[in-house]
């Protein structure tokens, strides 16, 4: 079992930064490719970045290519999104996921997904 807690989110000006941070319990979280997706009121839940267990391999939305910035810390148990240049569009629920794979994570396939934190974006 791994249980995802997600912080960091808040309400934030039209090309400012927020750092998310997902703190994970249990052993297994090096075993795990991990993630972040987002869904916005009225809209579908989608992908925004994943990270390998080993952190070697990342991949990234099209819409948040050059802005944001996934990393793990392993000895931590910690997955992080640095969001840089944030729009509005930006604004959403954004979750930390866990998946047995960065192929799942970017596919949806999640194993364990946790409560969300809130972004707000303002213009």
């Known amino acids: 079992q791994v249980q995802l807690v997600e912080s960091g989110g808040g309400l934030v000006q039209a090309g400012g930064s927020l750092r998310l941070s997902c703190a994970a319990s249990?052993?297994?979280?090096?075993?795990?490719?991990m993630g972040w997706f987002r869904q916005a009121p009225g809209k579908e839940r989608e992908f925004v970045a994943g990270i390998a267990w080993s952190g070697g391999n990342t991949y990234y939305a099209d819409f948040v290519k050059g802005r944001f910035t996934i990393s793990r810390d392993n000895a931590k148990n910690t997955v992080y999104l640095q969001m840089n240049s944030l729009k509005p569009e930006d604004t959403a629920v954004y979750y930390c996921?866990?998946?047995?794979?960065?192929?799942?994570?970017?596919?949806?396939?999640?194993?364990?997904w946790g409560q969300g934190t809130q972004v707000t974006v303002s213009s």
């Open positions: 996921a866990a998946a047995l794979s960065l192929t799942k994570i970017v596919h949806g396939t999640y194993s364990y």
């Open positions: 249990g052993r297994t979280f090096r075993s795990y490719a």
